[in-house]
């Protein structure tokens, strides 16, 4: 089985203009050209986008987001957890394990991940082992996430 380099990528330039060819090209994204423009900011800046190459092209991404435990409405025990947006992998390289690279990635901090899944999605999702949580009108407003429980955790129950 191939393995492919998961890397965070640097906010620059370059960057911005590979994240242009993805579909979920979006607010966050702008904001980030913004503030390019405004500071001249550092190639290395810090970044919650990680990414594949193939050769010189991006052609998977997502955002990664670190919560602190006080913000979970998850997982029990509650402890700090992931959030898993804006994965992608191209068109012409979709099937091929870039999904599924980034994914174990994530995985590998070995902390429950949320995500909330882009419209046909859910079976990747569930191949990934991620599973719906009982949905709560308050906690989720109108979206369906999915989590990933590592070993020893398992949904909060809600009162």
Partial sequence: MTSFKVERLRINYKTLEEFKRFK????QELSMLEDLQANIMENDSESPFYGIYYGEKLVARMSL???DKEFDKYFEPRQDYLELW???VLSDYQ??????ALVDFAKEF???IK??????????WSKMGFQPVTYDMERDLGENPLVWYPEGVKEQVRS
């Fill in 95 to 100: 099937q091929k394990g870039f999904g599924k």
């Fill in 24 to 27: 979920e090209y979006g607010l």
């Fill in 115 to 124: 995500t909330n899944p882009r419209v046909k999605s859910q079976e990747f």
């Fill in 86 to 88: 804006k994965l992608e």
């Fill in 65 to 67: 987001y670190r919560f």
């Fill in 110 to 112: 070995q902390l429950p």
